[in-house]
């Protein structure tokens, strides 16, 4: 082999090598904390006994829970069916970014999720605790909770059945849907004092979602039914959020604020642009997007910024921020969220690695029990800035 040759040979394999090496150095540092948080969610709150999750970590910890319509309850030896639902929906974002390894949690989330299946009541639905342990109310918010991370382990997994538990979770939530005050549903069922942009948010998301997984047209009309009523009666027109409910014993808006109800109007907004191409839902995205940024972001003495809010209502939020940032590129709405996150992630985790419900970290929460629905939608965070990183692919409809 003469010199030029053995040159040229040297080159290509000294490229090869580098190439090669190059590869192997790709760092995922979001991926790896979206499943770090998830197998330590899954190690620390897991009921084997059920199958199920606790409410707290450590799970001796039983507070009075308010979050239900009537009155406080305590919490039990397994969680009510809101925080475990975060559960399901990192489950569906992991499966979104690594199938192989994940989808088996979708599996098993799925077998926990039946175990609040009431086929007591007619149509059947889910309620807000397991079946094996009484019967309680059925929340329509709930209901589009369960509904939509079936639909997402649908496109996710393309398995039918996923499917057709989220059509049958709308036609529950449909049930409770009267023309008083032009339409919508009230939070639980049988229960007609309001109708809560929760409730309304989650069955327009699953509506849509089934739209793009179907192509039924009815699927369109019913979400855009939804997403008609909450920009009438509950956005606000000057400041571009949306209000927590319309009270329809007085006729009157709660002008409460919470960030998932804006979160879920403007996922809507950009679904519907995406689907009809329509530039008046992409200008109310961004006029939400922009009106949640000023209403809810404030910022800490060192700039860190942060929202005032349960961190799940805030990832709804951030939800609606990472669709419109697939559809315009604009860095601005998710960048602040991943800046706040990324400060709690290095200054507001416990002794057990889980982040505080401040994730400014200004109180000290290191011996302070862990709510399930604070710790469950950590990886869902960090999996949603992989995927804006560009560490992973999202394999959803892949």
Same mark, same amino acid.
């Given at each position: 082999?003469?010199?030029?040759?053995?040159? &040229? !040979?040297?080159?290509?394999?000294?490229?090869?090598?580098?190439?090669?090496?190059?590869?192997?150095?790709?760092?995922?540092?979001?991926?790896?904390?979206?499943?770090?948080?998830?197998?330590?969610?899954?190690?620390?709150?897991?009921?084997?006994?059920?199958? *199920?999750?606790?409410?707290?970590?450590?799970?001796?910890?039983?507070?009075?829970?308010?979050?239900?319509?009537?009155?406080?309850?305590?919490?039990?030896?397994?969680?009510?069916?809101?925080?475990?639902?975060?559960?399901?929906?990192?489950?569906?974002?992991?499966?979104?970014?690594?199938?192989?390894?994940?989808?088996?949690?979708?599996?098993?989330?799925?077998?926990?999720?039946?175990?609040?299946?009431?086929?007591?009541?007619?149509?059947?639905?889910?309620?807000?605790?397991?079946?094996?342990?009484?019967? !309680?109310?059925?929340?329509?918010?709930?209901?589009?909770?369960?509904?939509?991370?079936? &639909?997402?382990?649908?496109?996710?997994?393309?398995?039918?059945?996923?499917?057709?538990?989220?059509?049958?979770?709308?036609?529950?939530?449909?049930?409770?849907?009267?023309? #008083?005050?032009?339409?919508? !549903?009230?939070?639980?069922?049988?229960?007609?004092?309001?109708?809560?942009?929760?409730?309304?948010?989650?069955?327009?998301?699953? $509506?849509?979602?089934?739209?793009?997984?179907?192509?039924?047209?009815?699927?369109?009309?019913?979400?855009?039914?939804?997403?008609?009523?909450?920009?009438?009666?509950?956005? /606000?027109?000057?400041?571009?959020? !949306?209000?927590?409910?319309?009270?329809?014993?007085?006729?009157?808006?709660?002008?409460?604020?919470?960030?998932?109800?804006?979160?879920?109007?403007?996922?809507?907004?950009?679904? *519907?642009? #995406?689907?009809?191409?329509?530039? $008046?839902?992409?200008?109310?995205?961004?006029?939400?997007?922009?009106?949640?940024?000023?209403?809810?972001?404030?910022?800490?003495?060192?700039?860190?910024?942060?929202?005032?809010?349960?961190?799940?209502?805030?990832?709804?939020?951030?939800?609606?921020?990472?669709?419109?940032? #697939?559809?315009?590129?604009?860095?601005?709405?998710?960048?602040?969220?991943?800046?706040?996150?990324?400060?709690?992630? /290095?200054?507001?985790?416990?002794?057990?690695?889980?982040?505080?419900?401040?994730?400014?970290?200004?109180?000290?929460?290191?011996?302070?029990?862990?709510?399930?629905?604070?710790?469950?939608?950590?990886?869902?965070?960090?999996?949603?800035?992989?995927?804006?990183?560009?560490?992973?692919? #999202?394999?959803?409809?892949?």
């Amino acid at each position: 082999m003469n010199s030029k040759i053995r040159n &040229i !040979v040297l080159f290509v394999s000294t490229v090869f090598v580098l190439l090669s090496c190059a590869g192997e150095s790709k760092t995922t540092p979001n991926k790896d904390k979206a499943e770090e948080m998830f197998q330590r969610v899954w190690e620390l709150y897991r009921v084997p006994k059920y199958g *199920l999750f606790s409410e707290y970590y450590p799970s001796s910890h039983r507070p009075d829970l308010t979050y239900f319509n009537d009155s406080t309850r305590q919490a039990q030896e397994v969680s009510y069916l809101w925080p475990m639902s975060g559960v399901f929906s990192s489950a569906v974002l992991m499966a979104a970014i690594e199938p192989e390894k994940y989808t088996v949690y979708v599996d098993s989330m799925v077998m926990a999720m039946e175990r609040y299946y009431d086929t007591t009541r007619v149509p059947f639905g889910y309620q807000a605790y397991p079946v094996q342990f009484g019967k !309680v109310d059925r929340y329509y918010d709930d209901n589009g909770l369960v509904g939509i991370d079936y &639909i997402d382990s649908y496109l996710v997994t393309k398995n039918p059945y996923y499917l057709e538990k989220a059509k049958q979770v709308l036609t529950f939530i449909l049930s409770g849907w009267d023309e #008083n005050f032009e339409g919508a !549903v009230s939070w639980l069922e049988g229960v007609k004092d309001q109708k809560p942009a929760c409730s309304n948010g989650k069955a327009m998301v699953l $509506a849509l979602k089934l739209y793009e997984a179907t192509k039924d047209e009815y699927y369109l009309e019913v979400g855009k039914k939804f997403y008609h009523w909450i920009d009438k009666y509950l956005k /606000d027109p000057e400041r571009g959020v !949306v209000w927590n409910s319309w009270l329809t014993t007085t006729s009157a808006v709660c002008p409460d604020l919470y960030t998932y109800n804006t979160g879920t109007l403007l996922q809507a907004a950009v679904a *519907l642009y #995406n689907y009809t191409g329509e530039q $008046a839902y992409l200008d109310n995205a961004k006029f939400l997007a922009e009106g949640s940024y000023k209403v809810f972001f404030k910022y800490t003495e060192d700039g860190i910024p942060y929202i005032a809010d349960l961190p799940w209502f805030n990832l709804v939020l951030f939800r609606g921020y990472h669709d419109l940032y #697939n559809v315009t590129g604009d860095s601005k709405y998710v960048d602040t969220m991943i800046k706040g996150l990324d400060y709690a992630w /290095d200054h507001a985790r416990d002794q057990a690695g889980l982040m505080y419900h401040d994730w400014t970290g200004r109180t000290d929460e290191k011996r302070k029990p862990k709510w399930l629905l604070d710790a469950s939608c950590v990886p869902e965070y960090y999996a949603r800035v992989a995927m804006i990183k560009g560490e992973v692919t #999202n394999r959803k409809n892949k």
